[in-house]
């Protein structure tokens, strides 16, 4: 029976992707940052660990406590949204050491396993963000732009050990609590940008007609570790697929 961790399991993307293993009798290890364990089934396959990717120590713990794993998907990140001139570089970094080098750090406390074994997977959830330019996130999307880049060149690197790597791209998701979550990390909006963030925030609010789900999400991940013939870039939503198709 195979292993895959999970980060960032405690809402969203990571709590459905959980889900979605354990009914298909995977072992998972759902990792959060303040461990809940009333959010997923009671299962003998499950495991929930304690683990903050910004923090070194958290993350080589939970590595070592979960050995050994077959697949790690990256899905921890947080949002940002403000015109550049309103954000301060500590927060720029803030959100790069959890939505890149949070990653990174787990990539590489698991890479000497999966280097030994020559067998392993790497899913890291990006976002369709970096599929065309939108107005205010350029932080969020410079993130998930070097997220990308890291997968791909993580691809050839790690080739000659059997170690595969993927990207999921999901759509915008009104059914999580993303816009909720950066709302609450924002600084101030500079009066310039105001009006244009609010507008953002009213059409994230609004339910068109293709969006992304938290299941077709979890769908992308399964289809990225499961199939080893998977597109290196898979969108992931109703919203993502159109735009990767025209993109």
């Known amino acids: 029976m195979k292993t895959v961790l999970i980060t ?60 050994p794993i077959d697949a790690l998907v990256n899905n921890a990140g947080v949002g940002m949204l403000n015109g550049l001139e309103g954000i301060p570089l500590d927060d720029v970094r803030a959100l790069f050491e959890t939505n890149l080098f949070g990653a990174m750090a787990t990539i590489q406390a698991v890479l000497p396993q999966f280097r030994e074994r020559k067998a392993g997977v790497i899913v890291n959830v990006s976002s369709t963000v970096t599929l065309r330019p939108l107005n205010l996130l350029q932080v969020y999307t410079a993130s ?17 050990f059997n170690i595969r790597t993927r990207i999921v791209l999901p759509g915008m998701a009104p059914e999580t609590a993303f816009g909720q979550n950066a709302r609450a990390l924002m600084r101030e909006i500079p009066e310039p940008y105001a009006e244009a963030a609010q507008q953002i925030f009213a059409a994230f609010e609004q339910r068109p007609e293709k969006i992304t789900r938290a299941i077709d ?18 969108p992931a939503g109703a919203d993502a697929v159109a735009l990767a198709a025209t993109a």
Do not use: H
């Open 8 to 67: 960032g399991c405690s809402t969203g993307f990571g709590l459905e992707t959980a889900r979605y293993f354990l009914a298909r009798d995977w072992n998972v290890i759902a990792t959060m940052r303040n461990p809940r364990e009333d959010l997923l089934p009671p299962s003998d396959r499950l495991r929930i660990l304690q683990l903050d990717v910004t923090n070194e120590e958290s993350v080589a713990k939970a590595i070592a406590l979960a050995e």
């Open 144 to 160: 998930k732009a070097a997220m990308n880049a890291l997968t791909e060149c993580l691809a050839l690197e790690l080739a000659p």
């Open 217 to 234: 999400v979890a769908e992308a991940v399964w289809q990225a570790v499961t199939d080893p013939s998977s597109p290196m870039r898979i």
